[in-house]
């Protein structure tokens, strides 16, 4: 490795780059000549010199020092850069890029979500409801206060790291000596350990329990919907907050209505005399009410009425969906010889039939919309 290499041809960039234009350049060829990614002879003295270049570069007081007076203006007057005492905030780099955040001391700790699965009535789900839902969850133990120690007594230190919560290794690298910092494995970092076990949680400082929740649902939910109750989750540790606890619904189909969004679609059967001579029929609805409909002479099978204000409530805001009346004209499956015979007459005068234009389906958006729903 000579001195005499100008940095930022090291890191491939001009005099004038900027910060982020070093930051990038850096990462890249860091990434590249890693000794761990790449095998070749001279990638460990290239992954040097880049950390070394870029160590100077990074820093605004270095950098105008070297600017201005070279590699013995940042050493103030030593060899280049083989001494890797320059090298102070090499770990930080170091870290940032390979190893994601350095460990801490353990502080407060949220508690786990939980996910619980509640299955509604389609009634339910149009209309809202309130429900209990029985589910187990971690809770601070009451007989330590969650500390694990018998009637709660202060916990001991720990022997490992003396109650610092973490253990310093010198190791020897690549780069020279540094400081590894990791958690204490005992006591997880806490600097804290049981010492006299609580009985009722043999020193965990929690328990399992079994709770029992009102869940409130909304008017017009449907399947897939989260209810959120906050803080209902597991517990937190060392005083952190607890989870949360989301309720996902499923709701169960009806037997005579589906839902398209906010609308509901109603199949309303009818026989072949009823929609060759129109009638009036008793649709029902789901909010347990019949609704009368006037049916034309000539109905076809297929038709759409829609009852305004009959469907699901919207979610945000004011105001139901619609109920969609779908006739199904219904051809006889079984006659009578009486009925048969009716028929027969009917057909010598009625002849072969011409598909109307405005019978047909599948035009207009509320077909699709149904079909889509029945798909
Ligand atoms: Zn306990
Ligand atoms: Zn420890």
Same mark, same amino acid.
Request: with cysteine; hydrophobic share 30%.
């Given at each position: ?20 234009? +070093? ?271 006037? +049916? ?18 919207? +979610? ?60």
């Amino acid at each position: 490795m000579t001195t005499q290499t100008d940095l930022y041809d090291v890191l491939g960039v001009s005099r004038d780059a900027s910060a982020d234009e +070093l930051k990038r350049a850096y990462r890249k060829l860091a990434m590249e000549y890693h000794p761990d990614r790449n095998k070749s002879d001279d990638a460990e003295a290239r992954f040097k010199q880049i950390n070394a270049a870029y160590d100077v570069l990074s820093d605004p007081e270095k950098r105008s020092k070297y600017d201005r007076f070279g590699m013995g203006g940042v050493n103030g007057g030593a060899q280049g850069f083989s001494g890797f005492d320059s090298f102070g905030g090499f770990g930080d780099i170091f870290d940032a890029f390979f190893r994601g955040t350095a460990t801490r001391r353990a502080g407060p700790q949220r508690g786990s979500d939980l996910a619980a699965q509640l299955v509604i009535t389609f009634e339910e789900a149009v209309f809202g409801t309130e429900k209990e839902i029985t589910y187990e969850r971690t809770e601070a133990c009451p007989d330590c206060r969650a500390t694990g120690q018998a009637n709660a007594q202060p916990r001991g230190k720990c022997p490992d790291c003396d109650g610092n919560g973490e253990l310093r290794r010198v190791q020897q690298s690549l780069f020279g000596q540094f400081v590894n910092v990791a958690t204490c494995p005992r006591c997880r970092g806490e600097g804290t350990v049981v010492t006299d076990a609580c009985k009722t949680c043999r020193g965990r400082g929690n328990r399992r329990a079994e709770v029992v929740r009102s869940v409130k649902i909304p008017g017009g939910v449907d399947s897939g919907a989260q209810v959120r109750l906050s803080g209902e989750g597991d517990a937190g540790q060392r005083g952190g907050p607890a989870g949360h606890l989301y309720v996902e619904l499923s709701v169960r189909p009806h037997e005579q209505f589906k839902r398209v969004e906010t609308d509901l679609v109603y199949d309303l059967p009818l026989n072949i005399a009823q929609a060759a001579l129109g009638a009036t029929v008793e649709v029902p609805t789901l909010d347990g009410e019949e609704i009368e409909l006037e +049916l034309k002479p000539g109905t076809q099978h297929g038709e759409v009425h829609v009852v305004r204000g009959k469907g699901v409530p919207h +979610l945000r805001g004011a105001g139901r969906g619609d109920l969609l009346v779908r006739t199904h004209v219904v051809t006889p499956t079984k006659l009578s010889d009486e009925q048969k015979e009716l028929i027969q007459q009917l057909a010598a005068s009625l002849g072969v039939p011409e598909i109307p234009e405005d019978g047909r389906q599948g035009g207009g958006s509320i077909f699709d919309r149904i079909r889509d729903a029945f798909a």
